[in-house]
């Protein structure tokens, strides 16, 4: 089957740096995404990675090894309004995306 | 950048009732998607929109059930019909925009709660 796994909750201190895991086996790969999605609200788009190596995008960056089945969303100077859940999600042969059931950051000051 | 616009945003509706959420896009779309999001939990695939055809639905989602049009390449409508309370949810339509490869975005979602 497929399946997507990455920690349920994690805690971090404002400014510090946290990494969020996410390893993935699927039927295929056409892609790995990562979501932020503040409660109460929608998931928004954060990041791609099709190829291995580190995208880096302002204070985020996500990592992909694709012999690993591996990824990482890395956040940097963490603020109180990281606070959020993470969803890592990947792209099947089929196109088809596989959804994580999402890490819950907590951010304390 | 493009919105992608849900109406109604939240509602309560009652146990067998059925209620319509309409999705527009301010731009033409290649796909649109229906997911659901139960409490706590991830997102699942309902069904893709499939513009002037009818649409393709995941394992475990029915069209009597969820209803789907799409009448043109900028608007859907998913209807959640005979509504329990485990239809309690929040519905959420994305799309995949022309030359944005593969990755989707979300409307604002459609928080529902059947009482």
């Known amino acids: 089957g497929q399946n997507i796994d990455q920690p349920t909750e994690m805690t971090a201190t404002e400014g510090a740096i946290v990494q969020i895991n996410c390893t993935y086996q699927?039927?295929?790969?056409?892609?790995l995404f990562w979501y932020q999605q503040h409660a109460g609200e929608a998931p928004t788009f954060l990041s791609y990675?099709?190829l291995d190596g580190l995208e880096e995008k302002g204070r985020f960056s996500s990592f992909l090894s694709r012999s690993k089945g591996y990824s990482y969303l890395l956040l940097k100077e963490l603020q109180m309004k990281d606070s959020a859940s993470y969803l890592c999600?990947?792209?099947?042969?089929?196109?088809?995306?596989?959804w994580g059931a999402g890490t819950k950051l907590i951010i304390k000051p | 950048s493009a919105v992608i616009s849900q109406k109604p945003s939240r509602d309560i509706c009652q146990r067998g009732t059925s209620l319509t959420i309409q999705c527009q896009v301010d731009?033409?779309?290649?796909?649109m998607f229906w997911y659901r999001q139960q409490p706590g939990q991830s997102l699942t695939l309902i069904a893709t929109?499939?513009?002037?055809?009818?649409?393709?639905?995941e394992s475990g989602f029915v069209i009597d059930k969820f209803p789907i049009s799409r009448p043109n390449l900028t608007f859907s409508t998913l209807t959640v019909s005979n509504m329990s309370p485990e239809d309690s949810s929040i519905y959420l339509c994305?799309?995949?925009?022309?030359?944005?490869?593969?990755?989707?975005?979300f409307g604002e979602g459609s928080w529902l709660t059947v009482v």
């Open positions: 994305s799309v995949v925009f022309p030359n944005s490869g593969n990755t989707i975005y």
């Open positions: 731009s033409q779309v290649t796909m």
């Open positions: 929109a499939n513009q002037g055809s009818e649409a393709t639905y």
């Open positions: 699927t039927s295929g790969f056409n892609g």
């Open positions: 990675n099709v």
């Open positions: 999600a990947v792209m099947d042969s089929n196109y088809q995306l596989i």
